[in-house]
């Protein structure tokens, strides 16, 4: 009876300790956990030969692993609390914290591997984040994207180093003919974001902390703003049209005004009037965003 008691212990102790290595592993190697979660234990064919391994390894709860590997992730990730805070408590809010932290753990795994830097974390998460969001819709979690996008402008423009490139001359850019553009050069003295909102952050991130309305998505389906960092060091922002973000996105410091603004209308495939790259322009001058330069055309 000793002998078969003893024998019964050793098989349980083999079982155990099968278990418990693979649930490390399900722990430390997500890519390994998220296979197990597709296929099932199939991979484990070498221990999966006796019937007692075979029932305690059914018996696992693959959704708490999976939550427990999120929490883990999460727990690595705290230094995310200063760039996202809104996209973190909104993350909360919706009950999908730990979801996406379990779906994020292999790249994060992969580069914390090669001792990524921080910075390089912050963007990976962000760019996944993103993905995720795109996949899932606007309706389940509205507002999380915008804020999301709106946080990680601010992180990377206050990252960003500020220009000492004195504002240009007051161009009269109302009544300068279109041909005097092509002696023109503009460029932006601030480093700038460019998003497009369905909600407006601000008002997302004022719901998340008083518990006010939820946001409304714009009527007409987006709403561009424009970020900068300026002189002073702080972060502004203003609503644009799609002509000025246009500009925005075309003015690169070398291009012509006249070239900036042929650029702008093809890339919003339709015929952008001149008066409203001339208000364009204006606007950005009035921020103090341009600074202006002549050339000599030869």
């Known amino acids: ?170 161009t009269a850019w109302m009544t300068i003919p279109l041909a005097a553009w092509r002696n023109l050069v503009p460029g932006l003295r601030f480093p700038v974001a460019l998003c497009a909102h369905t909600t407006d952050p601000i008002a997302t991130l004022e719901w998340l902390e008083r518990g006010t309305r939820v946001p409304a998505a714009t009527q007409d389906g987006g709403q561009l703003r424009l970020y900068w960092r300026s002189a002073e060091r702080d972060v502004r922002m203003a609503d644009v049209d799609p002509g000025v973000g246009a500009l925005v996105q075309a003015i690169d410091g070398r291009r012509s005004a006249r070239a900036a603004f042929q650029r702008a209308a093809a890339s919003l495939d339709w015929e952008l009037a001149v008066a409203l790259g001339r208000a364009g322009f204006a606007a950005l001058s009035a921020a103090g965003l341009l600074t202006v330069r002549r050339r000599t055309l030869r």
């Open 1 to 170: 009876m000793t002998g078969r008691y003893t024998e019964t212990g050793s098989r349980q102790a083999r079982t155990n300790a099968a278990v418990m290595s693979v649930l490390a592993r399900c722990l430390v190697d997500a890519t390994f956990l998220n296979d197990v979660a597709v296929h099932g234990w199939s991979k484990l064919d070498r221990i999966m030969d006796d019937p007692r391994t075979t029932r305690e390894f059914d018996a696992l709860d693959l959704a708490r692993v999976r939550h427990f590997s999120g929490f883990i992730t999460r727990v690595q990730h705290n230094f995310l609390w200063e760039a996202f805070p809104g996209t973190i408590g909104l993350l909360r809010r919706y009950g999908i914290e730990l979801r996406v932290f379990a779906r994020y753990a292999a790249n994060h795994q992969r580069l914390r591997a090669r001792d990524a830097p921080q910075p390089e974390r912050v963007k990976a998460f962000a760019a996944f984040l993103r993905s995720y969001l795109e996949d899932a819709g606007p309706r389940p979690y509205a507002g999380l994207k915008d804020v999301l996008e709106y946080e990680l402008a601010i992180w990377v423009l206050r990252r960003s180093a500020v220009s000492s490139v004195p504002a240009g001359d007051k």
